[in-house]
């Protein structure tokens, strides 16, 4: 067991972070809260900024024009985006953490030399359309039907918490092939370009305020059979990949800025008074900060070994599932704390002092994390029958 | 950065795995309450397999090896719930004679721990007693102790013990510090194999006892318990490792942090997990019978040695954002 960095981690923190601080002033400011557009303009420059200096798909491999970084580099990578505060993957998730990786995996040299290095340069923006009004966790229910036509496959349905869909090119597709196989076994992952006609795009108001993802309705829409990704009726199959890559990478960045938050609440804490003294005299708040923060160390190291067993045996271990369902319930626990420093200064999205509208919409924005990408509960059957062997 | 056992620690810990399973079964564990938790053979055979000596330098008869490596050992031990004081005497070894080797018991306790509450007082040959100012050998003759006649574990017999004097210095206070960090990690690792134990026995439980025709693990709300307690064990295993391979690799900075967190989360991950064990278990969770009590019980008894999980939770929060 080494915790330790190797040189190697260390010259490339150091050589990122230099990149970063001249780059960083480059990128035009934040954007306002539902202005999309401006907000994939900023995303994707940044992208493309990373791509000319090397960072893009920093463990893409180099193939397909990734960096093919150690996994110990790609923390190391997560950690300093994170702390110079630069954007995450933002609205290209999807492309960046799971299409993209799942047409790496699956999809053909045609498909993958189209599709690959356009979302490294920025230049794809990509959503994924897999849940559906009757079909969230029990998503292999799933309806929107596809009908083949000659070269084409014909898509009538609907498809529901499509996040960023407004500013999507293209968007990873379940489809029902055929409603007459058992339900897990008549299902095709397609390429849907988002301009294909026939495709309506409603966004849907979230509880943040804000119409972070939407309602895509499907109308004999037209998609290429060269659109497949893997066989037909195999795209089960297919989907258990892209959610390897879902519930495996898409928490680290998170984790980071976790910490980097708790900080920040710290410190708002020792100054935010209550009569006569701060927040932090407050014994009982102070000791369940630093529970929680032991619990945040721990997840984070627990991401070290989940990182290090995969860099092994190839397969991330048990490791996946275990921090996605503990971490997304310690950051709501979080939260709660956040807003017991804050007080009455949480009715305020706005900043009633320095960044305490952030941890506010922050309280709402986590509220989500326990239920998508497979709810807490969907996470305790999975451990308790995949790990623990539990019958269902 | 490898943050996985090296085939070295894998193979330490399967051969102190196997040593428990063969000199620890639970009948033998059981029967160690009449003995006043240690039995001398078999502390002697925990001393040959280099349970004490592990860290000192093989130059002074022990393995060279890390506290990374004491975790895995102590790991092993409280899964299978071998008593007495086995973190006092491993820290011991190399300070008092004979600890390294098995020949002498060395128990110890915390001076600010008032009352204090001696732990296996009738197999003790040295009782050390660790404050800031170092570690010192009580004189057991100046002590006044009344027997617990009924200790909350049963395996874990006590003394009262009155007017504890300081008598021979056997520590400096760089060696109670030392030991403080050390002793909560130790105590820590032992916490997280016993939380190990009850996910795995109460997950072999959930899977025979049968109600409603069905094995009581396919209920949701078993299933999601037992889940719980193996995410809990994972999230305290990685906080203990980590924390252990602080302490051997100055290069990663102040352990504190690090150390306190890894006795919350193990201490919690151990009484949480017992008490989870006793409702899964039902009726039966409830008997003397059944080992879930020991363990819960030692889990408690354990949350109070090397700091609590208040004082631990205290300990972070005095780290954080300085
Ligand atoms: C912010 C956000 C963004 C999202 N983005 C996308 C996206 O981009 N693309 C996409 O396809 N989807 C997306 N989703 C959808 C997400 O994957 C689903 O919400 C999720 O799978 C749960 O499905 P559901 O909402 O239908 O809830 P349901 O499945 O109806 O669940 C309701 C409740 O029942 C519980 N439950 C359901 N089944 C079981 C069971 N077997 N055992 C125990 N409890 C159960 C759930 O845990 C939950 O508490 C997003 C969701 C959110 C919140």
């Known amino acids: ?392 | 950065m490898d943050f996985t056992l090296t085939d070295d620690q894998v193979a330490l810990q399967e051969g102190v795995r196997k040593l428990c399973e063969g000199r620890f079964p639970m009948e033998r564990v059981r029967a160690l309450a009449d003995a006043g938790g240690v039995d001398r053979d078999l502390w002697r055979e925990l001393a040959d397999a280099g349970v004490f000596s592990l860290r000192l330098a093989e130059a002074d008869g022990g393995a060279g090896l890390g506290t990374a490596e004491g975790a895995l050992v102590f790991e092993e031990l409280g899964r299978a719930l071998v008593p007495g004081p086995l973190v006092w005497t491993h820290l011991a070894a190399g300070l008092v004679p004979g600890a390294a080797e098995g020949e002498r018991v060395v128990g110890g306790l915390q001076r600010q721990e008032e009352p204090f509450l001696v732990e296996y007082p009738d197999a003790i040959d040295v009782l050390l007693a660790v404050d800031d100012d170092g570690v010192w050998e009580v004189d057991r003759s100046r002590l006044s102790a009344r027997p617990v006649s009924w200790p909350l574990d049963p395996l874990t017999p006590a003394h009262v013990a009155g007017g504890l004097l300081r008598g021979e210095r056997r520590g400096v206070p760089g060696d109670a510090a030392r030991w403080r960090l050390e002793g909560a990690v130790l105590t820590g690792a032992y916490l997280l194999g016993m939380a190990a134990a009850l996910t795995d026995m109460s997950v072999t439980y959930a899977k025979e006892r049968q109600q409603f025709d069905k094995p009581i693990g396919s209920f949701q709300a078993i299933k999601h318990i037992l889940a719980d307690m193996f995410v809990r064990t994972e999230v305290a295993r990685a906080a203990v490792y980590a924390a252990a391979v602080n302490l051997d690799e100055p290069a990663l900075g102040p352990p504190g942090r690090a150390v306190a967190g890894a006795k919350l989360l193990a201490g919690e991950a151990a009484t949480l997990n017992g008490k989870a064990a006793t409702q899964v278990h039902g009726g039966m969770g409830f008997t003397w019978e059944v080992d879930v009590h020991l363990y819960l019980k030692r889990a408690w008894v354990l949350d109070t040695t090397f700091g609590t999980a208040d004082d631990h939770a205290d300990a972070v929060a005095g780290l954080l954002g300085s």
């Open chain 1, 1 to 392: 067991m080494d915790l330790l960095w190797t040189e190697d981690d260390e010259r490339f923190r150091t050589e990122l972070r230099a990149w970063i601080d001249q780059a960083l002033p480059k990128l035009p400011p934040a954007t306002k809260r539902e202005d999309w557009d401006a907000r994939r303009a900023r995303d994707t420059t940044w992208q493309r900024m990373l791509y000319d200096a090397g960072y893009a798909g920093i463990n893409w491999p180099a193939d397909f024009g990734g960096r093919g970084a150690a996994l110990s580099e790609q923390l190391v990578f997560y950690e300093e985006i994170t702390k110079a505060g630069a954007p995450d993957v933002g609205v290209n998730f999807v492309g960046l953490l799971h299409a993209g990786p799942t047409i790496i995996a699956e999809a053909t040299d045609e498909q993958r030399a189209r599709h690959l290095p356009a979302i490294l340069k920025g230049e794809e923006v990509w959503c994924q359309g897999f849940s559906e009004p009757s079909a969230g966790s029990d998503l292999a229910s799933l309806r929107c039907r596809a009908v083949r036509d000659g070269d084409d496959y014909v898509i009538s349905g609907q498809k529901i918490w499509t996040s960023f869909a407004q500013v999507s090119d293209y968007c990873e597709l379940l489809v029902r092939t055929d409603p007459d196989a058992p339900k897990h076994k008549g299902i095709t992952w397609l390429i849907l370009p988002m301009d294909a006609p026939g495709v309506d795009v409603r966004p849907l108001r979230t509880v943040i305020g804000s119409s972070e993802f939407s309602e895509l309705y499907l109308d004999d829409v037209r998609v290429p059979v060269a659109n497949r990704v893997g066989a037909e009726n195999d795209g089960w199959r297919v989907a258990m990949v892209t959610f390897s890559f879902e519930r495996g990478t898409s928490l680290v960045s998170e984790m980071v800025e976790a910490r980097r938050q708790l900080d920040e609440l710290v410190k708002v804490a020792k100054v935010v008074t209550r009569g006569s003294a701060t927040a932090w005299d407050d014994v009982g708040l102070r000791r369940e900060i630093g529970h929680a923060a032991a619990e945040l160390d721990a997840l984070w190291n627990m991401v070290k070994r989940t990182v290090s067993e995969a860099a092994r045996t190839g397969v991330p271990g048990v490791g996946a599932s275990v921090v996605k369902l503990y971490y997304t319930e310690l950051i709501q626990r979080i939260g709660d704390l956040a807003l017991r420093v804050l007080d009455r200064a949480s009715l305020s999205l706005d900043d009633v002092f320095e960044h305490s509208g952030h941890f506010v919409e922050e309280r709402l924005r986590v509220l989500a994390l326990t239920i998508a990408a497979g709810s807490s509960q969907i996470q305790r059957n999975i451990i308790g029958e995949r790990i623990l062997g539990l019958p269902r």
